[in-house]
């Protein structure tokens, strides 16, 4: 089978890819696999009997109904759900937008997809543009998205110690060198995968910077603001014209109906629009028939406020707590939890690779995500890239107990030189 450049790229190996067909694996050989790895939100039954009913009430609507299941969408996406976004963010926010500065697409993973590389790649003038990411690590599935070699450069964070085995991930702006070669900066807000939350002063001065440089600032808000807010620190929603917020439906608790939204100017959404046709002709209808109400009531505040961040703060701060009793001395840090439903370990001078690491948690029915996928773009070696763990704290409480303990288990035999 002789493949295009397009072809080899995406048909073969890549870190995403390998990560969900070790995740499918696993579960397939190993039923009672204790997953901390993957990003499934976790089950809220406040939420899913709030999508029931707004469901069940567009069932019960011929015309909705009809709406639902038997008609294309534009390719911006549903027009009732996009004005009922839009003033729901105008009421909230003071943003001046419309509908017309909202599209939707099936899931944000594609919609970065083209967001990416409508910025960054071979160039009109024969040049060549990246993705530049401010802090890193980021989200693994930017890694492979590109369409050209060297699609993303990345830039080192600081690293600030905390108390009670905690640290911290700034932009460390006197690294910072955007340069030309930048056709947009992005971040993830909470950052997929470490739950940092980049500060208000932090995301002002990468907004003054994309600006001064005249290119885009992507703002990747599946975890954060202004909804799902899982959020457990101060922040500020944030956008304006020269910002790209790009949204999800799925950590609300609906990854199902794969429904993402991007919020920029007019140009870039109908640029996004027109590219959104070629790739996916129309946009799912289930997300935005359940959605659409949530926004035009105000009850997606509620749910948001009363039941979501709650949820998953509880959860974290009794994993913390967790990991601290079940590693001990050991040396270990975690990410301050500020957002998403992840904990970063850090174990400083560990004498295995994470990869290793992730292997025999593996064969001990712990599943994890291995850090050095997500340094995708840092061109310099470092070995922080190999120590550090991603654990999601979604399961029941009883596995993520028995996974932290077989996890320290392993970390201590590592340190001790076991095999």
């Known amino acids: 089978m002789q493949l295009s450049v397009f072809g080899t790229k995406f048909a073969g190996d890549s870190g995403i890819v390998e990560l969900m067909d070790d995740l499918g694996t696993a579960l397939v050989e190993n039923p009672g696999m204790i997953m901390m790895g993957g990003g499934n939100p976790g089950r809220l039954p406040e939420a899913e009997a709030l999508f029931q009913k707004r ?20 390719t911006q996406g549903d027009l009732d759900f996009r004005k009922e976004l839009a003033s729901y963010l105008r009421k909230q926010f003071g943003w001046r937008l419309s ?73 460390d702006f006197s690294r910072l060198d955007v340069g030309t070669g930048a056709g947009a900066l992005c971040v993830s807000r909470p950052t997929n995968p470490t739950g940092n939350v980049l500060t208000d002063e932090e995301v002002a001065h990468l907004d003054a910077l994309a600006k001064e440089c005249e290119i885009p600032f992507i703002l990747d808000g599946a975890y954060g603001l202004p909804f799902p807010g899982i959020i457990f620190t101060r922040a500020t929603p944030h956008w304006n ?87 001990g001395d050991l040396p270990y840090r975690i990410h301050k939890p500020e957002g998403a439903f992840f904990l970063w370990l850090w174990f400083e001078g560990l ?53 932290i303990a077989i996890i320290a288990d392993e970390v201590s035999k590592a340190y001790a030189g076991g095999a």
């Open 55 to 74: 469901l069940e009430a567009v069932l019960s609507d011929p015309e909705k109904r009809h709406s639902l299941f038997g008609l294309y969408q534009s």
């Open 99 to 171: 509908e017309r500065n909202i599209a939707i697409s099936n899931g944000s993973q594609p919609a970065f997809f083209v967001l990416l590389n409508m910025f960054a790649g071979e160039m009109p003038d024969g040049g060549r543009r990246s993705i530049h990411l401010p802090l890193t690590p980021e989200y693994l599935g930017y890694a492979d998205s590109g369409l050209s070699e060297d699609f993303f450069t990345a830039t080192r964070p600081e690293i600030e110690l905390l108390d009670g085995h905690l640290f911290k991930y700034h932009v």
């Open 241 to 327: 014209e020269n910002t790209i917020l790009v949204l999800s439906l799925s950590k609300l608790g609906l990854p199902g109906v794969r429904t993402g939204i991007i919020v920029a100017r007019e140009e870039i959404i109908r640029a996004y629009a027109n590219a959104n046709g070629i790739v996916n002709l129309a946009c799912g209808n289930i997300g935005p028939a359940i959605a659409t109400e949530l926004f035009r009531s105000g009850e997606i505040g509620a749910l948001t406020r009363s039941h979501v961040a709650p949820f998953y703060h509880d959860r974290a701060t009794k994993t913390v707590a967790a990991f601290r009793q079940a590693l």
């Open 351 to 403: 004498p295995i690779s994470s990869q290793r690491l992730y292997q025999r948690l593996k064969r001990r029915g712990v599943l994890v995500v291995p850090g050095h996928h997500c340094f995708f773009g840092l061109q310099e070696e470092w070995p922080h890239r190999h120590e550090c763990l991603r654990i999601s704290y979604v399961q029941s409480e009883d596995q993520v107990r028995r996974g």
